[in-house]
């Protein structure tokens, strides 16, 4: 067996399990007149491509599937960032929540070996507050730290873009 463990709880899990997923979140803020509370949140997650190919077409895959799947998608723009060590690709773009909330969220695709890509997204909501907030997002984003196999066998190729997660709203 083998203990994974995260702020202040720990999981006995069968050996080979690891994790895939990480949701950060921030304080919880209100907004507007009303009860409504919202958390800007960073998610990470490890994809894998369904079959090899381009990495910039999947990467266009999964904005097109934003387009589909997110109410009110606009994209704004896409932009290179060095991500621990590799060039990663940003995709900024504006979505109404199921909740009807307006929201910004940065997706942020960095590859990994094995047809793999790491992706990053962070939330908030449209206007001041994500302004306010997106340069902490990419501090967090730059933060990344590769361990040294992953970095000598991630592909040279520019990375594509995976599917958001809707942020999730504060209880």
Same mark, same amino acid.
């Given at each position: 067996?083998?203990?994974?463990?995260l702020?202040?709880?720990?999981?006995?899990?069968?050996?080979?399990?690891?994790?895939r997923?990480?949701?950060l979140v921030?304080p919880q +803020?209100?907004?507007?007149?009303?009860?409504?509370?919202f958390?800007a949140?960073?998610?990470?997650?490890v994809?894998r491509?369904a079959?090899?190919?381009d990495?910039?077409?999947?990467?266009e895959d999964?904005?097109q599937?934003?387009?589909?799947?997110l109410g009110?998608f606009?994209?704004i723009?896409? +932009?290179?960032?060095e991500?621990?060590? +590799?060039?990663a690709q940003l995709?900024d773009?504006t979505?109404?929540s199921?909740?009807?909330?307006?929201?910004?969220?940065i997706n942020c695709?960095r590859?990994l070996?094995?047809?793999?890509f790491l992706v990053?997204n962070?939330?908030?909501?449209?206007g001041?507050r994500?302004?306010s907030?997106?340069d902490?997002?990419?501090?967090i984003?730059?933060?990344?730290?590769?361990d040294?196999?992953?970095?000598e066998s991630?592909?040279?190729?520019?990375p594509?873009?995976p599917r958001?997660r809707?942020p999730t709203?504060?209880?």
């Open positions: 067996m083998t203990t994974i463990g702020d202040g709880f720990s999981l006995q899990v069968p050996d080979g399990w690891g994790t997923l990480l949701a921030g +803020e209100q907004f507007g007149r009303g009860e409504a509370r958390q949140n960073v998610i990470v997650a994809e491509m079959a090899p190919s990495p910039e077409v999947w990467v999964q904005v599937s934003l387009k589909k799947d009110g606009r994209e723009k896409r +932009e290179a960032l991500v621990g060590g +590799e060039t995709v773009f979505f109404l199921p909740d009807g909330i307006m929201l910004r969220q695709y590859p070996p094995g047809d793999r990053m962070a939330s908030h909501l449209m001041k994500f302004d907030a997106r902490g997002f990419i501090e984003f730059r933060s990344l730290s590769v040294g196999a992953a970095k991630a592909p040279s190729k520019k594509a873009a958001a809707p709203k504060g209880r």
